[in-house]
């Protein structure tokens, strides 16, 4: 879906279950907003190194686009590359990527309740039915049921309006991308040259889709070199088809052994019906339950069955259609034309103490918490893990050394092309202290000698660089989560060798296992790693309460 359909349906949506111009202007920026917080909209400055907000672990909700809505391939940061994994992708790589399109546009299916409710048919991977199968995405799912009744419980919070919008974004593309998955795989997402894929008019005559750049074709992502590769997140290899409100096809996905009709008109106004279930439902307090869109007044439906059933392929062209249709509609009215830079301008132009209540604010917030919410849901039904850290147990904490110094700020942060974040960040051993996330092992909510835990920056300035780790012969450096597992753990042990609880204020080692050395520093500023245990490798843990 585009933003014909995600800010002015979703406006229509709001205004029909009984919201304000002005709250469902809100809902439907929200909804518009997804689509347009990508990295670059996370940071104050060109060279995409420092973040707007430093309250909270921002998310970027889309991928790095550029001015025409294309992917940017640089957006996939070199830390996403592994060529000796089995998918080409590093742990962070695969799992930030799902992060961003399952989280936000493809939110998984997979209901523990009924798990034969697709079924693969499709080619296996070494005998075995692929796990990102179980990411396809499809509507009125147990993760629906949970996002929008964990919106009504947080109603009367300050971003609620936000919450919802961001929401009914992601409900509505349930419809939409039915049968994708947010994830890199040919083995889901792949369309076989071996079956076309054809139109089906409204009179019922049928035709073959005509693929690539000329009048009359339509453009979609050329095939990866892998399974695993960029052409294959999503609906990439069926282009826009469906984001078209006004088409009806037959495709046979990989995954599917049986063809597949997806037809837009109906399931775009099954969306629009169950957006104003949902928000009904949010507005009076009432559980919202799946499998549920009852019609709206008959007008209404008549009225968005014609702009869905519009044949126009530029979404803007269509967003006139929604505005021509609402000017007749003074019982909802038009809302002002959408400007993606709005509430990021406002942001920057408000003084600090009042920021936390700006739109852009409350939506980021906003954003953080759903993608700790689809986290769990995922991890608790469908078992694949997005992001190790959203349940774990965290301490914030201070390092300082055996003379007295902290461990500081990072010392360097470069910049490629000169808006790609990318360095080789080295905490130093400085006056000013860094506050840590020390992230503990599942299942463990008190710091013990022996446990092996994570050091996580708080800086602004690192970005996904956050996570301290050894990358060369001798060096401690942050990278981004998950790059290298075995490189960014650390073994917590009491300075003394004795066993039991580490309390602030305790002398401690830091060991890499995977170095096989502890955590000391050159005397100067910059942190190393030994293999012995002299008194430059105890270090003053301080909580920071």
Known sequence: ??????????YAAARVAGFSVADAT?????????????????TVNAAGNVYRIADFKMKQTVQDIDGSGEILMTSFLPPSWDRTSPTGWSNFGIK?????????????????????????????????IPEEFRLICLPDSPAVARMVN?????????????????????LADTWAHTYYGGTPSWYVNEVPNTHPVTRIYPDGHEAAISWGPAPGQEPCAPPGPTNYSVPYIGHGRMGSLPDYPFIKYRYQPQWSAQPIVKDNPTDYLTAFRQMVYAMIQFRTGQPFAVNTHPAVAQDIEAMVTTILTTEQRDAMQRCQVWQQALQNRPDIGVPAVYDKDAWGNDFDATPALGQPETHYYCFCRAAADHVDLVVRHVEDTIGITLDEDVEASKITVMLRASDGRCLSHMSQQISIDGSQFFATLSPVVGENPVELIMVLPPGQNALAAGAQVKLISTETTVREYDVLGYFNATGAYYYPNMYDTQKQVWRIDRAD???????????????NPGKQQYLTHDGNQYLLLTGGTPPETSWRLDFAF
């Open 1 to 10: 879906m585009y933003i014909d359909f995600h800010y002015y349906g979703t």
């Open 26 to 42: 809100v809902i439907a920026h929200a909804a518009q907003f997804v689509d347009d917080l990508d990295g670059a909209n996370l």
């Open 96 to 128: 930030h990527v799902r992060t961003i399109w399952s989280c936000f546009h493809f939110i998984p299916h997979f209901d523990p309740a009924n798990p034969n409710r697709i079924t693969y048919g499709g080619q296996l991977n070494n005998g075995q």
């Open 150 to 170: 964990d919106a009504i419980d947080h109603r009367h919070d300050i971003n609620a309006l936000h919450l919802l919008g961001l929401r009914m974004h992601i």
């Open 497 to 511: 060798g004795q066993p039991g609880a580490i309390s602030s204020g305790d002398q401690i080692r830091l060991y």
